[in-house]
């Protein structure tokens, strides 16, 4: 089944305690993509990758990092977290994303206390 | 800059009713392309319908259809004969063409009440 994993689905954590949320995808999809979701606001860009260790930074990219070592993965990872980080995040991934649908995970639930 | 704007924030009908959801798109761009995107309760993201900026034509799938107009820069969503089951936050979002970005509108919360 084609489909495109977070783990893990929700998270709670501290401040300052480093974490990586990791996002995996089957469909052979060069375009990979992290979002955070927030009331009122919509879901918003982070970062985005076209292909393997290529990557660039999105609409609120600050506090995050990602790497991209495999095609198929594409992990988020937050150094220092801190509680305006508290959100849901979206990975996504696509042929390409200026033309083609993104397929979604089913989001990570992340509290930062 | 992009931008989309989904100025309904909440919308409740009753079942049955037909119902509008509206988007805005700026860009000055001439290629771009625009899509719909449904988050039912359960929160997973569904892809509704890709458009295209030279493509116009609207669309008819079941009970859903899109008005595609460049000339409003919008591109509106209207489902007809609401069940309870479309209740969802429904996204636009527009990427431009060459750019790899994609920005969603806000969204629009549709609770159609039995």
């Known amino acids: 089944e084609a489909q495109v994993t977070q783990n893990p689905r929700y998270l709670i954590t501290v401040t300052g305690k480093k974490l990586t949320v990791t996002c995996s995808q089957n469909?052979?999809?060069?375009?990979m993509s992290w979002y955070r979701q927030d009331p009122g606001l919509g879901l918003r860009q982070i970062y985005y990758?076209?292909?393997?260790?290529?990557?660039d930074k999105g609409d609120v990219p600050e506090g995050y990092k990602v790497s991209r070592k495999e095609k198929r993965n594409f992990p988020l990872i937050l150094e220092s977290p801190s509680p305006n980080q508290t959100s849901l995040y979206f990975c996504?991934?696509?042929?390409?994303?200026?033309?083609?649908?993104?397929?979604f995970g089913p989001g990570t639930r992340l509290t930062v206390l | 800059a992009q931008k989309v704007t989904q100025a309904q924030t909440e919308i409740s009908v009753v079942e049955k009713e037909d119902v509008t959801l509206d988007c805005v798109y700026e860009t000055r761009d001439t290629t771009y392309y625009l899509f719909w995107y449904k988050q039912p309760p359960s929160g997973e993201l569904v892809f509704l319908i890709r458009r295209n900026s030279f493509d116009e034509q609207n669309e008819i799938s079941g009970r859903y259809s899109w008005n595609f107009q460049k000339s409003t820069s919008s591109f509106n969503f209207t489902i007809t004969a609401s069940q309870v089951v479309d209740s969802a936050v429904y996204f636009c979002a527009l990427s431009l063409g060459g750019s790899e970005k994609l920005v969603f509108g806000k969204g629009t919360k549709l609770t159609v009440n039995p």
């Open positions: 469909m052979n999809h060069e375009y």
């Open positions: 996504a991934s696509s042929a390409g994303a200026t033309y083609n649908e993104q397929f």
């Open positions: 990758s076209m292909n393997v260790e290529v990557t």
